[in-house]
């Protein structure tokens, strides 16, 4: 066989024997076909298909094959070898092809391809759940209790089931290498909040004589600076629906704004701020309108943390960190990483503030610190400030 025309004779061959199910016919015709042209992805399908018809599965394995050899994205390549192997019992091989299908792209899938995708999401779901209670089963044997066990191993085990994606550290300016990927970091573990946590009526009650005036003493969070590009915060750019009140910005304190505001400051004392010159540290009161979502972004380093101190919080306002998300609680700090991945929202009809300040992060020296303080101020004094915040 040589000629196009011929080729094309025993496509159309094939395709009609498959039609009526004449799949001797179809396999002879294919098998022709793909002396002609081995690597035709038409041809390798319809072969397939009909040694599947014939139960010759050591022929439809090695038509598939060579299929998912010229595109491994064939849809109804990978669901006939998920189903092959699902025949056999081998759920694990099953599952990964199932899975290969149902991730494909949604350009890829055709209409007609709709429902197998939709079936491979389904028998994706079923071999996941057996899978998961196949560990479960056996952790169990080995003595494991999800209520007693470390937080960090469930969440290997969300990671490991699919519930949970990783987030790795991002600083838009300033990385600081091997330090730990935590998300957020427990409250027990900084002595020093328990007496900023004490004061949280003191400083509700400084707040509260801010908002008496309408909240007019906030500015937008986000605003545009005309040495640097703006930031892409959508519709919150230069918008008071995410403000701040600043007591020490860029390292300075605002001095009305902290004559308004002793005693948050004095509680703050208390902390480990991070101090780097014309940079570090930032106290504000962080305002977010009724509903109001601040989109994912990440801070400029990882060599700090971010303490929020909840002050007002109606329900219906939580924040995201990398793959967890948690609720503020009045007068009970949350402390993150703000390097990873972070969102937030005010699903309410009402005001959400917390105190928001910086502190340096346990793991780093006190030589450590004092160079990375160095650093940042050194980038700050170069050809003017830097638009870190």
Not at 10 to 32: N, S, V, W
Not at 199 to 208: N, P, W
Not at 257 to 284: D, F, N, Y
Not at 307 to 336: K, N
């Amino acid at each position: 066989m040589t000629s196009p025309q011929e080729y094309e004779r025993l496509a159309r061959e094939g395709a009609d024997a498959l039609r009526r199910l004449d799949m001797a016919a179809a396999r002879c015709a294919f098998e022709a076909l793909l002396a002609f042209k081995p690597r035709d992805e038409r041809a390798l399908h319809g072969l397939a298909l009909a040694c599947r018809a014939q139960a010759d599965s050591e022929a439809q394995l090695a038509a598939l094959n060579a299929l998912l050899g010229v595109n491994p994205g064939h849809i109804p390549a990978l669901m006939m070898k998920g189903d092959h192997f699902a025949r056999l019992g081998d759920d694990r091989a099953a599952h990964a092809f199932y899975a290969a299908a149902a991730a494909r792209p949604a350009q890829a899938v055709t209409a007609e391809l709709r429902s197998e995708v939709a079936r491979a999401e389904r028998e994706g779901a079923r071999f996941a759940k057996s899978y998961e209670d196949h560990l479960l089963n056996a952790l169990a044997n080995a003595g494991y209790d999800h209520d007693r066990s470390s937080p960090r191993f469930k969440r290997c085990l969300d990671l490991l089931f699919g519930r949970s994606q990783i987030f790795l550290q991002s600083p838009t300016a300033f990385y600081f290498p091997e330090l730990p990927q935590r998300q957020f970091y427990e409250r027990d573990e900084f002595p020093w909040l328990a007496e900023i946590e004490e004061a949280t009526d003191a400083i509700r009650g400084e707040l509260e004589t801010l908002l008496a005036g309408d909240d007019r003493a906030f500015s937008p969070y986000v605003a545009t600076e005309g040495a640097r590009p703006p930031r892409d915060y959508g519709r919150l750019l230069d918008s008071r629906d995410w403000s701040a009140f600043y007591l020490i910005r860029g390292g300075e304190i605002q001095e009305q704004a902290a004559k308004r505001c002793p005693l948050t400051l004095k509680a703050l004392k208390a902390a480990p701020l991070c101090h780097a010159h014309g940079r570090t540290p930032s106290v504000l009161f962080s305002l977010l309108r009724p509903h109001t979502h601040i989109p994912p972004h990440t801070g400029y380093t990882n060599a700090r943390l971010i303490c929020h101190l909840p002050l007002i919080v109606p329900d219906g306002c939580r924040l995201r960190v990398g793959s967890e998300t948690r609720m503020w609680t009045p007068g009970e700090a949350l402390i993150f990483d703000d390097s990873l991945e972070h969102e937030a929202w005010n699903d309410s009809d009402q005001r959400r503030v917390v105190l928001l300040f910086d502190n340096w992060r346990p793991e780093l020296s006190d030589d450590e610190r004092d160079l990375v303080a160095a650093t940042l101020a050194a980038v700050g004094s170069y050809g003017g400030q830097a638009a870190w915040t």
